[in-house]
């Protein structure tokens, strides 16, 4: 195989690289597609409990995170979620929304890997998996690639190889290597879309509340970095997950705290003062009303002479304060899961080195970088997907056909 050429290699087959592929292929160009691992796109497969939540329809750039927060508009707007289900229609691929604009598979993941790699074929793209690429070169002609299939030549490359997130199905640095080795920058990278675990001894109260799940506001950060979600959160035997933590953690950084209102759109205030002018009950059993039973047992636990007095016997600013804590409950995070459990990987390429129109390097031709690889991180709930679709789309369309 020593000296094969293409128009474009692309590495990495995940959502991202497979429709950038399809799309090349079928405009026309000559692609190698390669990637380290023996199955193609593992995210998508385990994506939404395997079900892929393979976009959401009220995408749009505030719901991305970079440290270049208006780059992504150009690429979202030129692909947007109704291309993609245009693309699945296509496909026969029956979806469904779940909530909050969320687009779930009706029947498997695997039917958008099977669409994906169908595009590739209409688009008569080479792949090449298992296969490792060793070294990237870069000269007037071009990339030139050893790869553990031999050598190859291409006058354009794409890199597509995602983030460092769940290493066990593949994941790892090499595009961010190949980034460094062409001059490029790497904005800080930190697993994002993850659960968040606190010291043991400061959650041994809440320990006992796992599996515990209800409806919380949850922030985190200030001004512009702020963010703030009305999602489900998830007690666990380590700390907090659900889609209220996962949300919030792109936005939580080392050493600061979250805000969380246990009661949303309830003044438990003023719900418990009524409560002590009409009630006789314990302020356990009031408290239990308002939020769930094993969550006011816990809340209560450190001050058991409250717990069991009546309503009326309690003081004003006793009830307060507690209603208050509820209310907003700030607690600082330990640390996260870490990528093994990070459903996308924050930071990364520094696009401010990158064309918006085309994802191409400003620093070397012909050199593209789209997807997880980029510094552009979606909120949870099929963001990331568009942005790999949207990304992907852009630079394909960008691609020349050079290869006689």
């Given amino acids: 195989m020593e000296g094969l050429s293409f128009d474009v290699v692309i590495v990495g087959a995940g959502a991202a690289g497979l429709h950038c592929a399809g799309i090349a292929g079928q405009r026309g160009l000559k692609v190698l597609l390669i990637d380290h691992a023996e199955k193609v796109a593992e995210k998508i497969r385990i994506s939404g409990g395997g079900r892929c939540n393979f976009t959401n329809v009220d995408t749009g750039p505030a719901n ?37 604009g969320q687009l779930f598979c009706d029947e498997s993941a695997e039917d958008v890997i099977t669409m994906l790699l169908r595009e590739c074929d209409a688009g008569f793209v080479t792949r090449w998996q298992p296969c490792s690429v060793h070294a990237v070169r870069h000269g007037d002609a071009g990339f030139e690639l050893d790869t553990a299939r031999g050598t190859v030549r291409s006058a354009q490359l794409v890199i597509s190889t995602g983030g460092l997130s769940i290493p066990k199905i593949g994941a790892t640095d090499f595009g961010y290597r190949l980034a460094r080795q062409f001059g490029h920058t790497i904005v800080e990278m930190r697993p994002a879309l993850v659960p968040l675990t606190f010291d043991p001894m400061t959650w041994a109260p809440f320990a006992a509340l796992s599996g515990l799940s209800l409806e919380v506001t949850v922030e985190a950060g200030a001004g512009k970095a702020k963010g703030a979600f009305l999602e489900d959160l998830l007690f666990t035997h380590r700390g907090l997950s659900g889609p209220a933590i996962l949300q919030i953690s792109s936005f939580w950084h080392a050493g600061t705290p979250l805000r969380l209102n246990l009661a949303p759109g309830r003044d438990l205030t003023a719900e418990l003062l009524q409560a002590k002018r009409d009630s006789r009950r314990l302020l356990a059993n009031e408290l239990a009303e308002l939020i769930p039973r094993r969550l006011a047992d816990a809340w209560l636990a450190p001050t058991p002479e409250l717990a069991a007095k009546p309503l009326p016997d309690q ?18 995070p330990q640390g996260s899961e870490g990528y093994r459990k990070a459903e996308v990987t924050a930071g990364g390429v520094d696009t401010r080195e990158l064309s918006s129109q085309t994802l191409q390097s400003e620093r070397v031709s012909g050199l593209f970088f789209i997807g997880e690889v980029v510094d552009v991180t979606g909120w949870l709930g099929g963001y990331n997907f568009q942005w790999a679709w949207a990304s992907a789309a852009a630079c394909a369309r960008a691609l020349q056909p050079l290869h006689s």
Avoid at 315 to 332: F, I, P, Q, T, Y
């Fill in 64 to 100: 991305f995170l970079s440290a270049n927060p208006h780059f992504c508009r150009s690429a979202l707007a030129r692909y947007t979620p109704q291309d993609f289900i245009a693309l699945l229609q296509r496909h026969r691929i029956a979806w469904h929304e779940k909530h909050k």
């Fill in 315 to 332: 003081r004003d600013r006793d009830l307060a304060l507690l209603a208050e804590r509820l209310n907003r409950w700030e607690l600082k």
